[in-house]
């Protein structure tokens, strides 16, 4: 089992930038691909991007393409979201979350993964 505690949210003007961390407990994090999430209010929580055991492959969603980085240390037990140019639909509590399923494959849905951190609120002015 892993827990994830994410911090760096906060209050941004539009474009400017922020960089989330996840910091996972337990000694097995480079066993697990990794995922960030958000959730606006009103409506559900939607995939943001996901990295993969070694940080060899990463995957984001179309609206945050070009704009934000996924990365993980695997020493350090942390994966971060790196977000730049950010708009007020960026506004969201962001989540982290952890895939323990084996295989290549990066996932988007939210039932694939396994542990989630508490979130980390995201707000941008415009």
């Known amino acids: 089992q892993v827990q994830l505690v994410e911090s760096g949210g906060g209050l941004v003007q539009t474009g400017g930038s922020l960089r989330l961390s996840c910091a996972a407990s337990?000694?097995?994090?480079?066993?697990?691909?990794m995922g960030w999430f958000r959730q606006a209010p009103g409506k559900e929580r939607e995939f943001v991007a996901a990295?993969?055991?070694?940080?060899?492959?990463?995957y984001y969603a179309d609206p945050v393409k070009g704009r934000f980085t996924i990365s993980r240390d695997n020493a350090l037990n942390t994966v971060y979201l790196q977000m730049d140019s950010l708009k007020p639909e960026d506004t969201a509590v962001y989540y982290c979350?952890?895939?323990?399923?084996?295989?290549?494959?990066?996932?988007?849905?939210?039932?694939?993964?396994?542990?989630w951190g508490q979130g980390t609120q995201v707000a941008v002015s415009s």
């Open positions: 979350a952890a895939d323990r399923t084996l295989g290549p494959k990066l996932r988007v849905g939210i039932s694939f993964y396994d542990y």
């Open positions: 337990g000694r097995t994090f480079s066993s697990y691909a």
């Open positions: 990295i993969s055991r070694n940080g060899g492959s990463t």
